[in-house]
């Protein structure tokens, strides 16, 4: 069985560091790749980047480039998402999810995460 | 960048009534899009990939249509667990983007 695995809420304070985990089981976590996607409170599905855990090819969108790094431990089967420093804005629900085609393929999120819930207040 | 725009933003409607959700697409996508469910508290689920293809275990009374620009998600007779957001998202190049969203409301 296919699961991704997210590590749990953050409270963080703004200009905090944080770096969230995305553990994949149940299939060649090496040869999908893997998103992450943000869900402000209220709001819709953003696109932040994904990852190719075989050779850790990374695309982001434009939106978030700079902002947030993502990573993988294919040793370990885990995805990452990090940030150096939190803003207020970055309040949100994250999700990692898989790319359901193999090899570098494209294809619809068809496995998600249940999503780390990222509070940064003062 | 593909930006991509559902219509409409809210829906309100019955149950029984038959449903449709619009996304279009700023350029051509071919068949590369697929539309998911959303219920408040949880994870975005699949229901519709390449356009048209029904994901397993999704209730046949939800259809995919369209190619190129724009597309349709359709709920033949909508059922009382199908009030949710529902999100259409273009995988045709590595800049992946997703659509506003569709809340279906209870009439």
């Known amino acids: 069985e296919v699961q991704l695995v997210q590590s749990g809420a953050e409270v963080k304070k703004p200009g905090e560091s944080l770096k969230i985990s995305c553990k994949g089981s149940?299939?060649?976590?090496?040869?999908?790749?893997i998103g992450w996607v943000r869900q402000m409170p209220g709001k819709g599905l953003e696109w932040m980047g994904i990852?190719?855990?075989?050779?850790?090819?990374?695309r982001y969108s434009p939106s978030f480039q700079g902002q947030v790094t993502i990573s993988a431990d294919k040793s370990i089967s885990t995805a990452y998402l990090q940030w150096s420093s939190l803003k207020a804005s970055d309040t949100a629900m994250y999700y990692c999810?898989?790319?359901?085609?193999?090899?570098?393929?494209?294809?619809?999120?068809?496995?998600w995460g249940q999503g780390t819930l990222v509070t940064v207040s003062s | 960048d593909i930006q991509m725009t559902q219509s409409p933003s809210t829906l309100s409607a019955s149950v029984g009534d038959r449903v449709t959700i619009t996304c279009r697409a700023s350029?051509?996508?071919?068949?590369?899009l697929a539309w998911y469910q959303q219920k408040p508290g949880k994870a975005p689920k699949l229901l519709i990939y390449?356009?048209?293809s029904l994901e397993s275990g999704v209730p046949s009374r939800f259809s995919g249509s369209g190619s190129g620009t724009e597309f349709t998600l359709t709920i033949s007779s909508l059922q009382p667990d199908d009030f949710a957001t529902y999100y259409c998202?273009?995988?045709?190049?590595?800049?992946?983007?997703f659509g506003g969203g569709t809340k279906v409301e209870i009439k």
């Open positions: 390449d356009a048209s």
């Open positions: 350029q051509s996508i071919s068949s590369w």
């Open positions: 999810a898989r790319l359901g085609r193999d090899g570098y393929n494209l294809g619809p999120f068809d496995y």
């Open positions: 990852i190719y855990p075989g050779d850790s090819d990374t």
């Open positions: 149940g299939y060649s976590f090496t040869s999908y790749w």
């Open positions: 998202q273009q995988y045709n190049s590595y800049q992946l983007t």
